[in-house]
Nanobody
Framework: QVQLVESGGGLVQAGGSLRLSCAASGSIFSINRMGWYRQAPGKERELVATITSAGTTNYADSAKGRFTVSRDNAKNTVYLQMNSLKPEDTAVYYC??????????WGKGTLVTVSS
């Protein structure tokens, strides 16, 4: 089993910044990709950003220029630096890990609330 534990969510004013962290532990043999998704109230879960073990990144259009995804392979940890936050960024942010065997794992989520 793989466990993903997110941290760093909270309440921030519009224009502020937050940094999310996600540490993976357990039966990790090989990681293909880690990243972040989010789900706002009444909406479907959507991609925010991902990063492969080689460092290739992919961002949702809404995240480009404001969010930065990074990872520490030695620590099996992925980060999401979020700047210039907007009220529409309010959501539960979920960490995701895709293994090389294409198994998907999810964290329990961390709430980010951006006040106007």
């Amino acid at each position: 089993q793989v466990q993903l534990v997110e941290s760093g969510g909270g309440l921030v004013q519009a224009g502020g910044s937050l940094r999310l962290s996600c540490a993976a532990s357990g039966s990790i043999f090989s990681i293909n990709r880690m990243g972040w998704y989010r789900q706002a109230p009444g909406k479907e879960r959507e991609l925010v950003a991902t990063i492969t073990s080689a460092g290739t990144t992919n961002y949702a259009d809404s995240a480009k220029g404001r969010f930065t995804v990074s990872r520490d392979n030695a620590k099996n940890t992925v980060y999401l630096q979020m700047n210039s936050l907007k009220p529409e960024d309010t959501a539960v942010y979920y960490c995701n890990l895709l293994s090389r065997s294409l198994m998907n794992y999810w964290g329990k989520g961390t709430l980010v609330t951006v006040s106007s």
